[in-house]
């Protein structure tokens, strides 16, 4: 049976969600952040050579790397669900935000983290080019959402399973006000209304309340 190894407030909550929209059995394994560091514990960080979340195992495969690890359910347990075919109408568009997550909206969202933990001064001209390619991120997503009601077209994708994290629980490491876009607090709203998100956030972080607005 495949089983998520799931490391509480991470990323790896993309990988329960998955499985919850698809409806396949999988065995679920949490494990809980170093209260100081706030890292994995050193069991989660055992299971992989990177060691960071999500990690799945299935039979002698391990793998780790959200949208790898979506990629592999989707083309092992999907059944052409969550992903649009290749001649299908949406089907570019669902590509580029599928990699928009990983590929840009997370990364400028990491860069701020890192800048402001290091409590580099708001002035500096680092700090301002991060906060521009963030804002910038953000604005795209938003002009998206003002046209569509998920990322990729009319229907909810492996795009948006990817992209919630970075609008959600990733403020909890990095706290950013998504006031200014109506377009993303709508999303999410309806993101929130999903029986399967919402089982999946039930039982991967059972303490914490989905960041939806």
Request: proline share 7%.
């Amino acid at each position: 049976m495949l089983i998520v190894h799931h490391l509480g407030k991470s990323q790896s909550e993309r990988i329960v969600w998955l499985c919850e929209e698809l409806a396949i059995p999988y065995e679920l394994k949490t494990y809980k952040r170093d209260p100081v560091t706030r890292l994995a514990p050193p069991e989660y960080k055992a299971l992989h050579p990177l060691g960071t979340a999500p990690i799945i195992a299935d039979g002698d495969i391990v793998l780790a790397e959200s949208t790898a690890i979506v990629e592999y359910i989707l083309a092992k347990h999907g059944k052409g669900a969550l992903a649009p075919a290749s001649g299908d109408a949406d089907f570019a568009d669902y590509l580029y935000w599928f990699h928009f997550a990983n590929g840009s909206l997370q990364p400028s969202l990491m860069r701020c983290m890192v800048l402001s933990r290091a409590n580099v001064p708001a002035d500096n001209p680092t700090v301002q080019f991060a906060d521009a390619r963030r804002k910038h991120g953000l604005g795209l997503v938003e002009k998206r959402l003002g046209a569509k009601d998920y990322l990729a077209g009319d229907d909810l994708t492996a795009a948006d399973i990817v992209a919630v994290f970075s609008l959600t629980t990733m403020r909890l490491f990095f706290p950013f006000d998504l006031a200014p876009y109506p377009n993303i607090l709508a999303y999410l709203k309806r993101i929130g209304a999903r029986e399967a998100y919402r089982r999946a956030m039930k039982k991967g972080d059972p303490d914490m309340a989905p960041m939806l607005a």
